[in-house]
């Protein structure tokens, strides 16, 4: 989302559809929800976790979608679960990180924040990561939190200039984490303390840099983006760039480490539309693909195929050696609904300034075609895939 402000001009290209050759795919089962997802579903013995802006956290039966459980909670969840042991955990829009038992559904604690979004352009929450029984997250009041998984209770806080809802990476040690001040943290993951920071250039647009994103590491390198259009690789022990590129029309929300620990990494742009391959260690193109749509959610993987979703309610089967698209599986809102902004052959109506006036109008049309800011899962033969339409869909991706 490149400006600070409603450009109509500029957010249309959300928009921009072209006619593929691939084939769509029809889903094989979907559950409907109430309210759009944006959370990422969790897999695990034939169980789905994930919870909707319907404030409510369920529990899917894998093959058929059928519900197990569900928990009613205080506020829209945006925040992906993670799994330990017997226990689930993810954030609400209560403010309250929540744990339950993942069989039953039944909560054992609840920790509770200050719940704050940025902007409309802030879509997540921070999903909480374990590592050594401690539960480590961000929080809309500015903190970066850890806790201790079995009870909840708080072992070290760390104070931030802004809204941190990116999700904590923890490697040697060390967690790593963005805010919207602007800075990559790294904290000592034992304390707390702060081993270093690093500060976005900024943008006109956004001069804060806001750093939203959720910093991934790849080869001892740091992957962190914001929004100031900037990919920086950071040296992980001391904090500097050893590189950074820019996308000259908006940001690079999406970063996914290869599957096969080849020095690369696949990096995903919002107005853009690109997916790109590069090398970890110099920022190299390898190939590009463009995806027609922006990107906010990350590659799922399958063999040499991978899989990345765009916010117009496609997901797209690709080759990770080549960037060549296989196959397209499309949300059943995106086929029912795209003649309210695209003519039958999806160039855009002729009155599509008289439809969109702002940022709410643009986020209603992106939920009402199903767009998917979240990360495609697989499990067996299937493909999930949740959408703003509010529903979860389950796909077969094999003949």
Known sequence: MPTGKWSLSGFLLLFLFSHSSVKAQNPVWKFVSSSPFFASPVISNNTIYIGSLDSTFYCLDAGSGKVKW????????????????????????????????????????????????????????????????????????????AVNSKNGKIAWTY?????????????????????????????????????????????????????????????????????????????????????????????????????????????????????LCLNVFTGKEIWKSNMKFNIFGACTFSGDTGYVSTLMGKCIAFNRKTGEQIKTYTTISYREHHLDYFKPDDTFRDDIYSILHSNEDLIAAEAKVGGLYSTPMIAGNMLYL?????????FKISD
């Open 70 to 145: 569900k928990v009613k909670t205080g506020g829209g969840i945006r925040s992906t679960a993670t799994l330990y042991n017997e226990q689930i955990f993810f954030f609400s829009g209560d403010g309250k990180v929540h744990a339950l038992n993942r069989n039953t559904g039944s909560e054992l604690w609840s920790f509770t924040t200050q719940n704050k979004m940025y902007d409309p352009f802030d879509y997540y929450q921070s999903r909480p990561v374990v590592s050594d029984d401690k539960l480590y997250f961000g929080s809309g009041d500015g903190n970066v939190y």
């Open 159 to 275: 104070k931030t200039g802004d809204v941190v809802h990116s999700t904590p990476c923890i490697a040697n040690e060390i967690l790593y984490i963005n805010s919207f001040d602007g800075f990559t943290y790294a904290l000592n993951k034992s304390d707390g303390q702060l081993k270093w920071k690093f500060k976005s250039i900024g943008h006109r647009y956004f001069p804060k840099g806001e750093m939203q994103f959720s910093p991934v590491l790849v080869n001892d390198l740091l992957f962190s983006s914001g929004r100031d259009y900037n990919l920086y690789a950071l040296d992980a022990e001391k904090g500097f760039a050893h590189w950074n590129k820019v996308y000259t029309r908006g940001w690079a929300p999406v970063i996914t480490p290869s599957p096969a620990n080849d020095s690369l990494v696949y990096i995903g742009t919002s107005d853009d539309y690109l997916l």
């Open 386 to 394: 949740s959408s703003t339409d509010g529903i979860l869909y389950c």
